[in-house]
């Protein structure tokens, strides 16, 4: 019992090692537009002092659905599968870029 107690804290310390790697690790893969979009939302501030991963992912799939323009969740979802819906691509377009 009293050797799991000792772990305890060193897991808590690992773990917030883990996330502020995780964390820098997803902010060295954003452009520098996407990196640009992020600093602008409102709760960028607090996302960076606490170097929370998962809120940043939330953000940034926001940013890349397009859903911060929209306050209606389910217009922007709405909207989403509108445009994949109506996605083609012609014959004369290869999928390299």
């Known amino acids: ?3 799991e107690s000792k772990l305890i804290p060193k897991c808590c ?3 917030q090692a883990g996330l502020v790697q995780a964390y820098a690790l997803i902010w060295d893969q954003c452009s520098l537009e996407l990196r640009g979009k992020v600093e ?4 960028y501030d607090n ?3 606490n170097k929370d991963p ?3 992912l ?3 799939q926001s940013i890349m659905c397009g859903r911060e323009t929209h306050q209606e969740r389910c217009w922007s979802m709405a909207q989403l599968i509108k445009e994949l819906a109506l996605l083609i691509q012609y014959r ?3 999928n390299k870029v």
Do not use: F, T
Not at 40 to 43: C, D, F, K, P, R
């Open 54 to 56: 998962v809120h940043l």
């Open 47 to 49: 996302i960076n002092r």
């Open 92 to 94: 004369n377009k290869s």
């Open 1 to 3: 019992m009293e050797a």
């Open 13 to 15: 310390i690992d773990l």
């Open 58 to 60: 939330q953000e940034i």
């Open 40 to 43: 602008q939302l409102a709760v």
